[in-house]
């Protein structure tokens, strides 16, 4: 079995998220910790986090997984850019207790220029500053595209920030399965072959979530274009195969496919409907 929902607006608060998922047939969801844009993050109502709590308990919700916003770069060659990228890094992480055992999403960086290891040390400096001992949050490094300078193109760059965060019990991998098909990781061909490649590099055991995409675009094409589920060229059969699959189980997948709310609660559905382990068919 696994979780599965989608990306839900915050801008109602932490109990409206919660009453939406559950509209929609969802036991996960994503939401930005902020504006995807950036800027500052609302002030947080312990009451209004309280009434989420209460809603995930009632129906049985896996971990959810907020992201980071888009404009966080930790790799960035600008220091303001990187010094702003740092502090919504610290805050969000302090923030994120108010909901202790759930996951914090981010795209690693782009170099800019400046190249993939220096690019790296600056991500490693940046989460080696913000997180602490006594955090209650798993701190999730997204799998990228590759496109351009990003960092996170294949499973050899992410084990190389993983390596240098001295918080080891606290990080982890999203999987998108979108984003490693685009860098050139082929699923359909076997998504048996492509999770032991990961489990050599990265290991298994950090894996604790997936982003649940189609794609527009052909195996390596280092686009990062999304497409509904069954309706690009990573295929429903493919997909299928990733939700069942026996590695992935008791996992949240969240779906980032461009829907609206109706589209969504149809993923949904379907998905449910194929959550069958590769040992039940």
């Not at 032991?196 to 052909?218: Q, T």
């Not at 997948?253 to 559905?269: H, Q, S, V």
Request: with cysteine; proline share 4%.
């Amino acid at each position: 079995m696994i979780y599965i929902g989608n990306h839900i607006s915050s801008a109602g608060g932490f109990a409206a998220m919660g009453r939406k998922a559950v509209e929609l047939g969802a036991d996960t969801f994503a939401f930005f910790t902020r504006n995807p844009r950036g800027g500052k993050a609302k002030d947080i109502d312990p009451k209004d986090v309280n009434e989420l709590k209460t809603i995930l308990k009632d129906n049985g919700f896996g971990p959810l997984v907020a992201h980071a916003p888009y404009t966080m770069n930790l790799s960035s060659g600008k220091d303001n850019v990187r010094e702003f990228s740092v502090n919504i890094l610290k805050e969000d992480l302090i923030r994120m207790e108010y909901l202790p055992g759930n996951y914090y999403n981010f795209h690693p960086g782009a170099h800019v220029g400046q190249g993939s290891e220096t690019g790296t040390e600056m991500i490693v400096s940046a989460l080696n500053g913000a997180m602490f001992p006594e955090m209650n949050t798993m701190v999730l490094l997204e799998t990228m595209t590759g496109k351009g300078t990003e960092i996170g193109g294949t499973f050899e760059e992410l084990k190389k920030i993983i390596n240098g965060v001295n918080e080891k019990d606290h990080i982890g991998v999203c999987l998108d399965t979108c984003h490693i098909w685009d860098a050139g990781y082929a699923i359909d061909e076997s998504i048996d072959r492509v999770l032991d490649r990961f489990d050599s590099i990265i290991g298994l055991d950090r894996l604790y979530a997936i982003h649940l995409n189609d794609s527009k675009n052909p195996c390596g094409a280092r686009k990062d274009r999304h497409e509904k589920l069954g309706k690009g060229y990573i295929g429903e059969e493919t997909i299928k195969k990733v939700v069942q699959h026996p590695a992935l189980q008791d996992k949240p997948f969240i779906l980032e496919t461009p829907n609206d709310d109706e589209g969504y609660a149809a993923e949904i559905d379907w998905v449910r409907r194929h959550m069958i382990t590769y040992n039940e068919i």
